[in-house]
């Protein structure tokens, strides 16, 4: 399988979590736009499938210029991946787009696709669910979906956005590292916390970590910091 799962399709300059005064909201995927050129066939067609957003054609249309960028065209792939160089997989709400996936059928269309070498690109949601399920997911259940179960490319569970917790901050919710760790009370895979800005990516069946950010591997025994850079030993059972 070809694979790029990004944490996020937006990053905030240099780390902040907002964009500084004036510039308005950063482009869409354009941190990602070498990563993309390298990962689709040049002047490519790539399938979008937009349903953890309310409206999947309107998404289709603000993610479309981040493919322009490195000429790539993003369409609408109606019912079939038939003509399309790959897919990408938006963000938004999870447990939407798992949902619209089983009704749709495109749950089974994807894992078929991806699974004879259609590349697949992810970010937020559609990283999620690359993971056997989406239940390492940071969004609220808002519909039901028929199952928890994911697409399974990769087997281990991926938490996107992780955030680290901030020994500063008043507020008496449970942090990341807690529900995790409340995770991996009933539940024994691994799962990688990828922060805003990183990236993993599956070719050759070799797995990387890439961008400028460590990733946290949590496991049911700790957790560990890793650097960009090889990360195959996570796709052994």
Known sequence: MHLLLASSSRIAPSGSRTAPSGSGIPEVLAYLGDAMS??????GRVAFIGFAKRDP??????????????????????ASLDGVDGVYVGGGNTFLLVKRLYETGWMARLRAAVGEGLPYMGASAGSNIAAPTLCTTNDMPIVQPPSFDA?????????????DPDPHDTHQGETRVERIA?????????????REGSWLTLHAGALRLEGDRMARIFRPD??????????????RP
């Open 38 to 43: 390298a990962h689709f066939p040049r002047s």
């Open 57 to 78: 054609a309107e998404y289709l249309e603000a993610v479309r210029p981040g493919f322009e960028r490195v000429g790539l065209d993003l369409v609408d792939p109606g």
């Open 151 to 163: 697409l399974g490319f990769v087997p281990f569970q991926i938490n996107p956005h992780y955030l």
């Open 182 to 194: 409340e995770y991996h009370e009933h539940n024994q895979r691994t799962v990688v916390g990828l």
């Open 222 to 235: 700790g957790a560990e910091e890793v650097p960009p850079g090889d990360l195959s030993a996570l796709l």
